[in-house]
């Protein structure tokens, strides 16, 4: 049944008790009762919006940063994302199986400016921090399985 919940919190955080209950067979209480274990338990860590930046706020700027990092001794790579971690602008912090990088970090910020230098003045003097590659987000047409723009749009790619 946990997973059966994650996946519709997945879908949709905001579901009523009733309406969980009827989509898994059990009542309400029932679904609340294990909605409640998982975040307990810490499987459910908190719950987001996802935003439409262009109709909401088309001044902020998102980037993905890869970082070549050095792992520290008796902790591998976890205090250097824990140091990371702990700045406003970090939205996301993922330790990679490639070579080419260690570290992917989603940032957001006002400006390109603004990302710039805290790549440049916060990330890349981080001790164990040996290079940082930089990518700005233009557009964002999927997250989390919702469709970012869900204009009506011509199939055949005609508008």
Known sequence: MKNEIIGILQ???R????????MLGISPEEAAAEIRKL????VIRGY?????????DSSTVYATIQLKVTPQRDCGFD?????IMMYDEVESVSLMSSGA???SVEVKGRT???VAFFVSER???IDGVLSTSTHFLLKKYKEKGIFIDDDDTDERGLG
């Open 39 to 42: 975040e307990e338990a810490g």
């Open 123 to 125: 990330l890349a003097t």
């Open 11 to 13: 879908q949709n955080a």
């Open 79 to 83: 205090d250097i994302a824990k140091t």
């Open 15 to 22: 579901i009523s008790n009733t309406a969980m209950g009827e």
């Open 48 to 56: 987001s919006v996802i935003l439409n930046d262009e109709k909401f």
């Open 112 to 114: 390109l400016k603004d």
């Open 101 to 103: 990088y260690d570290l």
